[in-house]
């Protein structure tokens, strides 16, 4: 026990489970000052808990499998008003979630009248049986405070089901979401329904729906994907009546299954969500062990109107990992004139804050974790003329892996994504930690997750421009502590 977290690829601040494979994040809630942190564990519920999203406690399995089947995505909610009866009359926690058993995917219902500590199931499971479909699962539940009933949106194939109820356990069908609208390369799944003020006025809300979508060769793998709408509690509405429109909610390939906290305290003010870093064309196939999987760092969210008009939805890194900073770096007034500069600092998990602007550079940026001799590094940057921001790992270090198939597939890859700086100035916000590397460009307008898997003793750091002049107003590094205790 005492070598765990100390592997090597092994992230130093994201949740990743001690051993074995951790993959879609499910029933996450907050209750009695304790966020859980459920997640898949082959069929079953890992467990976590943590007081401030950062440091994490791991605890034995919450939900294994029974004579109903496997246990699947889902999530947790607290029944404040104990509408379920299940806890005479004071607040507990109801998980809902998917059993899965031969073929046959239906939903269920678990109850803690302590805490999370300890798990009963439903005696009426399944509360909502299979209609007859071979993709129903996933569900997400939320209180709809206009309608005064529990909502339930639920994965369909290409599209989402929404259910209503009074108590938790009798479940009446009202609609469906999905046909033709956004991206249908593949299965919508963990599916997610949450409001959020626009541009910060709370006298102006929208509705997201958040879904990810399956591997498929249309996206080169697994993504996700949002709409933004009304919803009055039967029916979303998509505000883009074409349906056409597709909003994607991470340009890199490794942010997957992303779902909110449910029961966050309204003094708190925030939505918050994290997503598995991995992608259905390669899970766990990266050269880490005793763990496969991970999750990212918890993101807040808002919605912003852009430049062009358009509601997008925003992630933020929450205010909690400042705590983490330990050793500071301010580098200011650099300038990379068609050239890179090597800045003075090693390290290999850290948070970096980068303002740059530029005159008439054809590209610029930074090398993240780059090797002695330059050869290796994960470069992130901007292209003013194609208006593209992006993030490349083609020369990150290992990438020789074979997929779940048996087949080698190609890791090493740009993402790009279109992105307009005003001004000619751009904000970059890294968070680099061993194997993962999350960006943030202007204030969360566009992110970027991406797996690495960079040889030992890359921990550089380059300020590059090509093409022409960059100026980097500042750029601050901060190395982050460990939350893992050593």
Not at 166 to 191: D, H, I, K, R
Not at 246 to 275: K, N
Request: net charge negative; glycine share 10%; proline share 5%.
């Amino acid at each position: 026990m005492n070598d765990l977290y100390k592997e090597p690829f092994r992230p130093q601040y994201h949740l990743t489970p001690p051993k074995g494979p951790m993959s879609d994040p499910n029933g996450m809630v907050f209750f009695e000052g304790v966020y859980h942190q459920f997640y898949q564990f082959t069929g079953r519920w890992g467990h976590a808990i943590s007081r401030d999203l950062i440091h994490w406690e791991h605890l034995p399995l919450a939900l294994v499998s029974d004579e109903l089947g496997d246990i699947w995505s889902g999530c947790c909610v607290v029944d404040t008003q104990d509408s379920s009866g299940l806890f005479g009359g004071e607040a507990g926690l109801v998980a809902i979630f998917t059993h899965y058993k031969d073929g046959l995917q239906s939903q269920s219902l678990a109850y803690s009248r302590d805490s999370g500590s300890s798990w009963t199931k439903h005696a009426g499971n399944p509360v909502i049986p299979n209609p007859g479909i071979r993709d129903f699962r996933d569900p997400k539940v939320l209180w709809h405070e206009p309608s005064g009933k529990w909502i339930m949106v639920v994965s369909v194939n290409k599209k989402v089901y929404f259910y209503s109820s009074s108590n938790l356990t009798a479940w009446q069908f009202e609609s469906e979401f999905g046909a033709g609208q956004g991206s249908q390369a593949a299965v919508w799944e963990c599916p997610d329904l949450f409001r959020l003020p626009v541009d910060g006025d709370s006298e102006r809300q929208k509705w997201v729906l958040h879904v990810s979508i399956g591997d498929n060769a249309e996206t080169d793998g697994s993504t996700a994907q949002y709409f933004i709408g009304e919803f009055d509690g039967r029916r979303f509405v998509n505000d883009d009546a074409t349906g056409e429109q597709i909003s994607w909610t991470d340009y890199g390939q490794d942010f997957y299954a992303a779902v909110t906290y449910s029961g966050i305290p309204q003094q708190d003010g925030r939505c918050i969500w994290l997503g598995w870093t991995s992608n259905w064309k390669y899970p766990f196939a990266g050269p880490t062990e005793p763990w496969k999987g991970g999750m990212s760092i918890p993101r807040s969210l808002g919605l912003k109107t852009s430049a062009d008009g358009f509601i997008k939805l925003c992630q933020q890194p929450i205010d909690e990992l400042k705590r983490l900073r330990a050793d500071s770096l301010r580098f200011a007034s650099v300038e990379a004139a068609d050239q890179t500069v090597k800045l003075d600092f090693q390290g290999s998990s850290y948070e970096l804050i980068a303002t740059i602007e530029w005159e008439d550079a054809d590209s610029f940026g930074l090398r993240l974790l780059c090797s002695e001799t330059g050869s290796e590094s994960t470069v992130i940057g901007y292209e003013p003329a194609k208006e593209t921001v992006f993030v490349d790992r083609m020369a990150s270090g290992r990438s020789d892996f074979i997929n779940r198939e048996g087949n080698p597939f190609h890791f090493g890859k740009r993402f790009e994504a279109s992105c307009r700086a005003a001004d000619k100035t751009i904000k970059l916000h890294a968070f680099v930690d061993e194997s993962v590397v999350e960006l943030f460009v202007d204030n969360g307008e566009t992110s970027f997750t991406t797996l690495i898997y960079p040889s030992p003793g890359s921990d550089g750091l380059e300020l590059f421009a090509c093409g022409g002049a960059a100026f980097f107003r500042s750029v601050d590094v901060y190395k982050l502590e460990s939350v893992w205790k050593k």
